[in-house]
């Protein structure tokens, strides 16, 4: 059974960091798409970074220079380090994983949380100025 578990929201101030994981289980972890995505309230989830399984990133330009995801091989889990926090980063973060798919979240793909079946319960991230 594939599972993916969130942690690591939380609240900040403008300016902070914060780094999110996301535990995976129930599928092999280097043949998936896998990808954060965040939502605002009363809007579609969209795209903020995904990894393929060979390892190619890509990122919203939104988010580009200030947040970095990455792979924890050894725990399983995919993460998101997210520094020079603003107020509109605040929203809910959720990961997702899909196989063969299209793996970015580059501009005409941000809203693409419809290609993936498998996420986890979200994690909320407020900043506060």
């Known amino acids: 059974q594939i599972q993916l578990v969130e942690s690591g929201g939380g609240s900040v101030q403008a300016g902070g960091s914060l780094r999110l994981s996301c535990v995976a289980s129930g599928f092999t972890y280097d043949d998936v798409c896998m990808t954060w995505f965040r939502q605002f309230p009363g809007k579609e989830r969209e795209g903020v970074a995904s990894i393929r399984g060979d390892g190619n990133i890509s990122y919203a330009p939104s988010v580009k220079d200030r947040f970095t995801v990455s792979k924890d091989g050894a725990k399983h889990s995919l993460l998101l380090q997210m520094n020079n926090l603003r107020p509109e980063d605040t929203a809910m973060y959720y990961c997702?994983?899909?196989?063969?798919?299209?793996?970015?979240?580059?501009?005409?793909?941000?809203?693409?949380?419809?290609?993936?079946?498998?996420w986890g319960q979200g994690t909320q991230v407020t900043v506060s100025s």
């Open positions: 997702a994983a899909e196989s063969r798919i299209p793996c970015t979240v580059a501009p005409g793909w941000r809203l693409s949380s419809h290609l993936y079946n498998y």
